[in-house]
């Protein structure tokens, strides 16, 4: 298990850009697929990307897709979201997931999840 913390969430107008980190301490982060997910207010937490423990492989949500870079950085234990062009239906809680076995797209893949941060994007 790793224990995750995210941090770079804030209160944007609509077309701004963001930067979303998570930061992992315990041992063997280089061997997790990690994930990043948002949970709108009264919506269910959904997928947003998820890049595999080299980086080489790498998925997006149709919602995001061209708008949103995810990487990482093995060398500092961090994953990271790049969100340009913001909506407001942007507006979420996005939360980093660590998935042992190295990808997933469901909630169910990952064992480790952050506490969130919060992303409001305003019209």
């Known amino acids: 298990q790793v224990q995750l913390v995210e941090s770079g969430g804030g209160l944007v107008q609509a077309g701004a850009s963001l930067r979303l980190s998570c930061t992992a301490s315990g041992r063997s982060f280089s061997n997790y697929g990690m994930g990043w997910f948002r949970q709108a207010p009264g919506k269910e937490r959904e997928f947003v990307a998820v890049?595999?423990?080299?980086?080489?492989?790498?998925f997006y949500a149709d919602s995001v897709k061209g708008r949103f870079t995810i990487s990482r950085d093995n060398a500092k234990n961090t994953v990271y979201l790049q969100m340009n062009s913001l909506k407001p239906e942007d507006t979420a809680i996005y939360f980093c997931a660590a998935a042992q076995t190295g990808w997933g797209l469901r909630r169910t893949d990952y064992g480790s999840w952050g506490q969130g941060t919060q992303v409001t994007v305003s019209s």
């Open positions: 890049i595999a423990w080299s980086g080489g492989s790498i």
